[in-house]
């Protein structure tokens, strides 16, 4: 499909969508690799507004005087139930080190202690190395990294900005068509970085804020981006269940400083479950807490910290603390109700180490992207750390690469995918709920082989009823940013559940009822979706 009907065009060297951590820190490596580049950052909607921003715990990072790289590397792998890249793992923790450096001497006032930051404990950690600032470590990441890229001249900052779709030629990439202010623009650029995040709100209960509704790994796949590891969505334990509040996070730190899960009559379950307790890994509290809620009837289960001194709640937990208040919990003397939410995602668009996609001049960082490091199941608070690291690499990377695209971009020949798709907009309301409530139900905590059936068969016949091709200029209905949001939300769930059906075992966050058991027989091996071929698989070494 081409796009002579959309008249407002613009050329940048470096585009980069999403002003995450991943975002912002590509755009600031970029415009710091090359002087003469120019650098566009986009996002949807405000400057701050990202998954990024309301990351509680921290950052990992193997700085506290007993730890060690390999500890931290041994710690990642063994979360990642036996499918991460090692060598992805291994550059983000050794890098982590300067990039978590570099933050605090661009002023992250993190929390301190004598000469050192003072370092949490969080699950499956075998150190505290947990760097945070109170329970609010994203927004100081993000007001730092903003700052930094505000002071940067070289980049240009587009708000209220949407990616509708990657442009590409001949297998390379030239930029997206974006709605800038409801407008439609093609941005033409000699490089692009998705930086779009995760995908939390194709569930009902989430942690991620509204903008989290995987578009980049949508648009990626429409392009010939190959997805990897799509059927590893994690739920995080402990959302906020209480009636007219959002699933506010109740951070994993809680239960890191001491934090209990009772059930409904006052008893704690977690050794039932895992000889860690409350600090077993991420899939197995999640499960536990569901189990809890099914046995009981219930719909959630407590996390108590009362017993814990009451300044040192308010201290510790001040973000907590005040939004459980206006919600009238005192968390210093009432137990918090609680149950599982979607998360993170640990797949995405496949990136080497270079965060190089299979597209030529398309790089992706971030959550949006799967370089391995987090395999099966993230370990807590290496996300931010992923997104330092690897932003910067493909910031680097990106801009390296426009330097070598003398010839400029070629907009002419450039086209949206002949798939790219919009929902009719008096359908987008009904189609979230469907895809939210069959995900919920079927490609959760818990699946199996019929109810991934049952949910693919819903989305196929949403998708007839429901979605238009994409039109441009003037004739037919107009797309939106909602509607363009629905129709990304049906591709990447018909993605999840297509992976999650094919991974006959249980490994990590990804758990079938009917193949209880880890296979590493038939399953040491990774999913690679690509939109115009059948799966393929990368068989790992032992
Ligand atoms: P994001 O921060 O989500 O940024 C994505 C950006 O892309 C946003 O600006 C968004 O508006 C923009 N965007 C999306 N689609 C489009 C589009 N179509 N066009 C234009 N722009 C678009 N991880 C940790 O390591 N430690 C923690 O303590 C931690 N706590 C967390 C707490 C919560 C409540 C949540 C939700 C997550 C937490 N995580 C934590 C996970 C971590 O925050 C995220 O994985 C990470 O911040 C993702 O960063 P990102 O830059 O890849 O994406
Ligand atoms: C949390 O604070 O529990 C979230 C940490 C993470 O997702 O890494």
């Known amino acids: 499909m081409h796009n002579e009907r959309i008249t407002t065009s613009e050329k940048t060297d470096v585009l980069i969508i999403g002003s995450g951590a991943a975002g912002l820190r590509a755009a600031l490596a970029a415009a710091a690799t090359a002087p003469g580049v120019d650098v566009t950052l986009l ?12 990351a509680q715990g921290g950052i990992a990072v193997a700085m506290n005087v007993d730890d060690t790289l390999a500890l931290h590397v041994q710690d990642t792998l063994v979360a990642g139930a036996g499918i991460c890249d090692r060598a992805a793992v291994e550059a983000m923790v050794a890098e982590g080190v300067p990039r978590v450096s570099e933050l605090l001497d661009w002023g992250a006032n993190f929390d301190w202690e004598g000469t ?12 505290r190395r947990i760097v945070h600032k ?27 900005a949407f990616a509708v779709e990657v442009l590409t030629a001949e297998g390379q990439c030239y930029g997206v068509i974006a709605l800038v202010e409801g407008e439609p623009v093609l941005l033409h650029a000699k490089v692009t970085i998705l930086a779009t995040g995760g995908l939390g709100r194709l569930y009902p209960c989430t942690s991620n804020p509204e903008v989290a509704t995987g578009d980049g790994i949508a648009a990626a796949w429409r392009a010939g981006c190959e997805l990897i590891d799509m059927e590893f969505v994690q739920f995080h334990p402990t959302t906020l269940c209480l009636d007219g509040a959002p699933n506010f996070l109740i951070s994993e730190a809680v239960r890191g400083e001491g934090g209990q899960l009772i ?30 809620i099914n046995q009981t009837g219930f719909p959630c289960v407590y996390l108590d910290v009362t017993h814990k001194p009451a300044d040192f709640i308010v201290e510790r937990f001040p973000t907590i603390f005040e939004t459980t208040q206006r919600y009238g919990l005192d968390i210093r003397i009432d137990v918090i109700p609680v ?27 971030g959550e949006v992207a799967c370089t391995g490091v987090h395999g099966a199941n993230r370990l807590a608070s ?56 069959t995900l919920w139900k079927n490609v959760g905590i818990e699946r199996n082989g019929e109810g991934l059936q049952e ?27 909602g509607t363009c949001e629905a129709a ?55």
């Open 339 to 365: 149950r599982p939410g979607a998360h993170f995602m640990m797949g995405g668009i496949r990136t080497n180490t270079e965060a190089e996609t299979n597209v030529r001049g398309l790089y992706a960082c």
């Open 43 to 54: 996002t949807k909607s405000a400057l701050k507004e990202s998954n990024t921003r309301y």
């Open 116 to 127: 050192l930051p003072r370092f949490t404990q969080e699950a499956a950690h075998s150190r």
């Open 134 to 160: 109170g329970d609010a470590t994203g927004r100081e990441t993000t007001d730092v990294l903003v700052q930094q890229v505000v002071n940067t001249a070289r980049i240009r900052v587009l708000t209220n």
């Open 455 to 481: 949910t693919l068969a819903q989305l196929q016949e949403v998708a007839e009823a429901a979605c238009t091709p994409l039109s441009l200029g003037d004739e037919g209905e107009q797309y939106t940013q």
């Open 488 to 542: 990304n939300m049906l591709d990447v769930a018909r993605c999840i559940t297509e992976a999650a059906l094919l991974r006959t075992e249980s490994r990590g966050a990804h758990y079938r009822s009917d193949f209880p058991e880890r296979d590493d027989t038939a399953w040491h091996r990774r999913i690679i979706l690509t939109r115009d071929k059948a799966p393929q698989w990368i068989e790992l070494e032992r």
């Open 382 to 437: 290496n996300s931010l750390l992923e997104c330092l690291v690897y932003g910067a690499r493909a910031g680097t990377n990106a801009a390296a690469f426009a330097q070598t695209q003398t010839v400029g971009v070629t907009p002419a020949d450039s086209h949206i995918p002949d798939t790219a798709t919009m929902v009719s907009a008096d359908k987008v309301d009904d189609i979230r709920h469907t895809i939210r409530e």
């Open 263 to 292: 059930t409904i009559r006052g008893e704690r379950f977690m050794e039932k479950y895992h000889e860690l307790g409350e600090l077993a890994p991420r899939d197995v509290v999640s499960r536990a807490i569901q189990n809890e």
